[in-house]
């Protein structure tokens, strides 16, 4: 068992990392953000457009951007495209995540009325009851399917647990 342990401390040294890099690469972008606002800012009062600093050249420069505003209909939307020679622009897209988990409902309850069918006809058979998910017949010209581990982290509250935790701060 100390192989496994091992192999989950180091995983839980990588979640920590990982979640701290996130929030530094979060922070960083904020900074960002804010050094870019004041530098435009600063152009801006002194009514300049470029300036060089330590080797480097910075300038100010106007950009524009366009987006659909909040709350309309899609189909309004996509009529005014269309109507404006820019319905080229309409992309049918499926999201990946919701793909997948709406298949594997489909295809968990596709597993489950091929248990139902096996168990009318083997006597004595007993279905199970979490069947792992199989694609229905014609799914697979259309859909991959890849079975994969991942790992489910949630705190230990039991006292060995806190025992455990102290000792090894300690």
Not at 14 to 35: F, P, R, S
Not at 112 to 121: G, M, P, S, V
Not at 145 to 163: F, G, N
């Amino acid at each position: 068992m100390g192989r496994i342990e091992d192999a989950a401390r180091e995983y839980q040294e990588a979640v920590e990392l990982d979640k701290e890099a996130k929030e530094a690469a979060k922070e960083a972008a904020a900074t960002l953000q804010k050094a870019k606002e004041k530098l435009c800012d600063a152009f801006v009062e002194e009514e300049a457009v470029s300036v060089g600093v330590d080797g480097y050249k910075y300038s100010i420069v106007p950009k524009t951007k366009f987006n659909r505003k909040g709350g309309l209909d899609d189909e309004v939307f996509f009529t005014f495209l269309r109507d404006n020679g820019l319905g080229d622009l309409i992309k049918l897209t499926v999201n990946a995540q919701s793909l997948s988990s709406a298949v594997k409902e489909t295809a968990i309850e596709y597993a489950r009325q091929l248990e139902e069918l096996r168990a009318e006809d083997e006597e004595g058979y007993r279905p199970d009851p979490d069947p792992a998910p199989v694609l229905p017949e014609g799914f697979g010209e259309y859909l991959g399917q890849y079975d994969y581990y991942d790992i489910s982290r949630t705190k230990d509250t039991s006292a060995a647990a806190r025992a455990a935790r102290k000792k090894r701060e300690a």
